[in-house]
């Protein structure tokens, strides 16, 4: 495998994309309030901050027997999250490690994102009854917005989060109460860093990248990120990278011209690259 590099500047104002996510976090607040689908109950998950880590310590509601009680939103916040700036939000994932008592029916009464303080978006809630083992339950996706628009300032701030409340429909006849139990609650954000404006590649600023025996070698001069793309404009890989040298496999990279887009601390150096 033969390979030539050419030097190529890109201009300012391009924009380069590459999907990336944070994730899974933890929240650090956790409480319990009223909100659209709590109604009047009294019935709180207790304690809240028993959500924080997957440890199997719970925090835990009670269900009058034959009585439909649901409970009060149990609202997870202060997640931590570092979004870039440059950044535009594609989606987000929340999960729920929950579990209920056996042979119970208790089920999701709603599941909404809180955004700057305030419950919003589409009600996430489904119809299914709880597991009665420690199972996490996945709501939103890669690419779902929950019904709202997102900032990187919005998903950063220590009040973005997520409320939720349960609902037990059992009925035993005996006068056990249910017990419903939530281990642990994170989210991840997916999102495309888009920086613009940028300037092009200086002279004194290194890239060393070659082709060798079907690895893209790469020895990248501080951290950044790396884009490679057909003429054609197909994308072929992307990848975050620490200072250092780097070896990527090129097993399912087609043998043609290649664009190599390297982005550092606001520079753009882009190299030709020839795989053969």
């Not at 989606?91 to 709603?110: C, L, R, T």
């Not at 092009?200 to 060798?212: A, C, G, K, M």
Request: aromatic residues 10%; contains cysteine.
């Amino acid at each position: 495998m033969k390979n030539f590099i050419l030097f190529l500047f890109l201009p300012a104002g391009c924009t380069l994309f590459c999907q990336s996510s944070e994730g899974p976090l933890n929240p650090s607040s956790a409480a319990n309030t009223s909100c659209p689908f709590a109604f009047s109950s009294p019935t709180d998950y207790l304690p809240a901050g028993n959500i924080f880590a997957s440890d199997n310590v719970y925090a835990t509601a009670s269900h009058c027997d034959c009585c439909d009680m649901n409970t009060r939103c149990l609202e997870a916040a202060n997640f931590g999250f570092s979004i870039p700036a440059t950044a535009t939000i594609d989606g987000i994932v929340v999960e729920i490690e929950k579990k209920a008592s056996a042979n119970s029916m208790v089920q999701d009464n709603g599941v909404r994102i809180i955004k700057g303080g305030v419950t919003t978006g589409t009600d996430q809630a489904t119809p299914a009854n709880w597991p009665f083992i420690d199972t996490y339950s996945t709501y939103g996706g890669p690419a779902y917005l929950w019904g709202t628009t997102w900032t990187p300032a919005d998903i950063n701030a220590a009040n973005f989060g997520i409320a939720f409340a349960s609902i037990s429909y059992t009925c035993f006849g005996n006068g056990t109460p249910v017990i419903s139990s939530i281990d642990h609650i994170r989210i991840t954000v997916y999102y495309t860093d888009m920086t613009t404006g940028m300037s092009s590649v200086s002279s004194d600023v290194p890239l060393d990248v070659h082709v060798s025996s079907g690895q893209l070698r790469i020895t990248a001069p501080s951290d950044g990120m790396l884009k490679l793309t057909s003429l054609l404009g197909q994308e072929a890989g992307c990848w975050k990278l620490n200072a250092g040298g780097h070896s990527i496999a090129l097993a399912a990279v087609r043998p043609g011209i290649y664009t190599c887009v390297y982005y550092t601390s606001g520079t753009v150096i882009v190299r030709k690259l020839l795989i053969e």
